[in-house]
Each structure stands twice: as C-alpha cells, then as structure tokens.
C-alpha cells in the first residue's frame, strides 16, 4: 500500500480510542443494556478496524511493510477481549435474561442477571407499568420480599403495595400491614397507621407515635409537633433533625416558622435553609424582614428588612 493510503489507515486507527470512549458512554443509560439493537449498533461501530484489514488482506495489501493478517488477528484479540462484558449481555438477553432489572426464565429469577437463589419463581413477580420505573429494585414471591435482588429480612411475601402520590415516588411499600423502605421493614409501623407528609418533604413519613426518615427512625421525636422543612430538615417543638440526628442550632424550635423562598423566623432571628443547614442571616430584623425579589442596577436580592438587601441568606447592599 502506498504512503497515502497508510497515512489514512494510521489516522483511522489514531480514531479507534475516541469511538471506545463514545460507545462505553452510549452503554452508561439506564437501560442501555437492556437493548440487544443498541449493544449489536455499538459492535458494529467499534469493530471498523477489523472490516479495514481484513479487506486490506484480502487484497493482499502491506501496512508499512507489514502483512495486514497481522493487525487483523490483533484488532480482533482486542476487540473481543474488551468487549468480553457486552458479548456476555448480548446472550443473556437471548436467553431472556435482562441485564438490569428482574426476570424469570426457565424456572429461576434473576436480578441484574444474576440468579436469586431464594426466590420462587412460579409466583414471582414484581412492579408493572410506570410503578416499574418507580419501584425498580423490588419484587416478591409468595415467601419474600426482594430488593435488588436480596431478601428483606422480617418482610413477608408479595403482592407489594406502592406507597407513592402523584406518581412520585417516596420509596415506601407495603406487604399487607408491613410497611418497608427500600430494604429496611419499619419498625413499630403498620400500613393503616402510616402517613405521609407534604410531597417536597417525601422522605419523611408518621405512623402513630414515630416519625421515620428514609425507613429509619427519628428516636425521640415528638410526633404530633414534627415539621418537616424540606427533605433533610425537620423540627418539632422541642429540637431540630438533620435526617434522624438531633443537630443544634440558634433556632427556638417552638417558635419556628416559615416565611418563604428559603427563608424562616423564630421569635427573635431570621434564617435561611439552602440544605440540610440552618444559617442565621447575620444582622437581619425580624420585625420588618420580608422576602422580596428586586435587580437594581447591579445589586441582586431576594428579600430585605430596613436597613439591607439579602441575597442566599447574606446581606449585598445597605438600604
């Protein structure tokens, strides 16, 4: 082959790398390995070099003074080699075993592809519809509770109850009376009792006399005085909680309230909540304080008493 021609050759290989990265990224969407078309389009991209010399040897053509037969048996060893993972999804998924995600076949469940020796298959089952998008990690059988593929441990069998509201999930489920987040049944929790809060707040939950965040509890809170602030936040009337640990803060808990965008008041300070933080507005009065959105030449703020503009919680600009 002349000098062109391997000059063109050698650029195309110096693209080999780039077009790897491009088609490990196209795997890295939620479901990608589920598509048998995708991972065969994604093949077919990767494997050029093998199609370049393998018609180049059949042409009987050099690469720099080399017999093409030897980059054609290399590019395949490599391609084959570090595509082991994808050619492994592409037979599961002939053999109807998805790789993300539960499904029965032949007798046995299966959770990412890997087997749930616990699990009964003839009754297993799982979420359908939107709730499978929602619910994705569990399932049940007559006997268990699965999530991601593992037993909960104390959960009785399916069918499984969607705790969820305007189609949003929170995470909770049901299995009769019991009632389970994620993988931990909550304890001292029966279905009829639980309820949840405002939707913004949907890790937390109350039934009867405790307070949940996330499946664990919150020990010692007060459950009829509990407000949750956002999903990380919450205080009753005698303390704060960042998820279910007391923390402290300058804020009198029994006198806490909101104002709006971020910004809350006790009796005596302003605060302003951008996480999971509680941060005193240094220098604000609560007494004139007032949450209000103004751009003035090249001052921005959000709210403002009588003496300052704030913004995020700081003070920008004297009034």
């Not at 799982?126 to 959960?155: C, P, Q």
Request: one cysteine or more.
């Amino acid at each position: 082959m002349g000098l062109l021609g391997n000059i063109l050759v050698t650029f195309a290989l110096m693209l080999w790398p780039m077009v790897w990265i491009v088609s490990i990224m196209g795997m890295g969407g939620p479901g990608a390995s589920n598509r048998l078309d995708w991972m065969i389009q994604l093949l077919v991209y990767m494997s050029y070099p093998i199609w370049m010399f393998g018609l180049l040897s059949l042409a009987g053509k050099s690469f720099w003074g080399l017999a093409s037969g030897y980059f054609l048996i290399g590019c395949l060893a490599l391609f084959i080699t570090f595509n082991a993972g994808m050619f492994r999804n592409i037979s599961n998924l002939l053999q109807g075993i998805q790789n993300e995600g539960y499904s029965v076949v032949r007798s046995t469940a299966y959770f990412n592809a890997k087997p749930i020796v616990e699990a009964d298959a003839e009754s297993f089952d799982m979420f359908k519809g939107d709730l499978s998008y929602f619910f994705a990690y569990h399932a049940w059988d007559n006997k268990h509770t699965y999530y991601r593929g593992e037993v909960i441990e104390g959960a009785p069998g399916g069918p499984l109850e969607a705790l969820n509201d305007l189609s949003r999930s929170r995470d909770y489920v049901a299995s009769g009376e019991t009632v389970i987040y994620g993988d931990t049944v909550l304890p001292g929790c029966i279905r009829s009792k639980l309820e949840f809060f405002d939707e913004f707040q949907r890790p937390w939950a109350r039934c009867e006399g405790n307070i949940y965040h996330g499946g664990a509890l919150v020990e010692g809170a007060d459950a009829q005085s509990f407000t949750p602030l956002n999903s990380w936040l919450a205080h009753d009337k005698y303390r704060f909680y960042v998820r279910t640990e007391v923390t402290d803060t300058t804020a009198d808990s029994s006198s806490f309230r909101r104002i709006d965008n971020g910004y809350y008041r006790d009796d005596h300070r302003v605060f302003y909540l951008p996480d999971s933080q509680i941060h005193e507005v240094e220098g604000a009065d609560v007494s004139t304080f007032e949450v209000v959105m103004e751009i003035d030449d090249d001052i921005r703020s959000d709210a403002r008493d009588s003496r300052f503009y704030y913004y995020n919680g700081k003070q920008v600009a004297p009034r």
